[in-house]
């Protein structure tokens, strides 16, 4: 989690940091309310009202977090082609493949 993001939440239980992360994909990944509700084997309602309980603490507006948002998907994009970039082979080979081409037929 970028700096900005980390003191927007000093003031905020661990839960509900947790949850409004989740809710407003900070993380990269945004989840819905019935998919953390499952995550953490509670009611739906319940991570509501932890939401709502965690946003009256942030001085941020939703509009704010919706931003933050957007640049945490972006940086993850960014670290996901630069790791699939460095996992490609650097030279041209054949081995890669898997496959063996040679000829075992004799002519």
């Known amino acids: 989690m970028t700096e900005e993001i980390k003191d927007l939440f000093k003031n905020v239980s661990l839960k509900e940091?947790?949850?409004v992360v989740l809710l407003f994909g900070l993380n990269?990944?945004?989840?819905?309310?019935e998919e953390i509700a499952a995550l953490y084997g509670v009611y739906k309602n319940e991570?509501?009202?932890i939401?709502?309980?965690?946003?009256?603490k942030i001085p941020a507006t939703v509009d704010d977090l919706k931003l933050l948002a957007q640049k945490?998907?972006?940086?993850?994009k960014t670290k996901l082609a630069?790791?699939?970039?460095d996992t490609k082979p650097k030279k041209w080979d054949s081995e890669l493949l898997n496959i063996d081409f040679s000829d075992n037929s004799e002519k």
């Open 47 to 49: 991570i509501l009202q």
């Open 17 to 19: 940091r947790d949850v």
């Open 72 to 76: 945490a998907q972006e940086e993850l």
């Open 28 to 33: 990269g990944f945004a989840k819905t309310p």
């Open 51 to 56: 939401a709502e309980h965690g946003l009256a």
């Open 82 to 85: 630069q790791k699939k970039q």
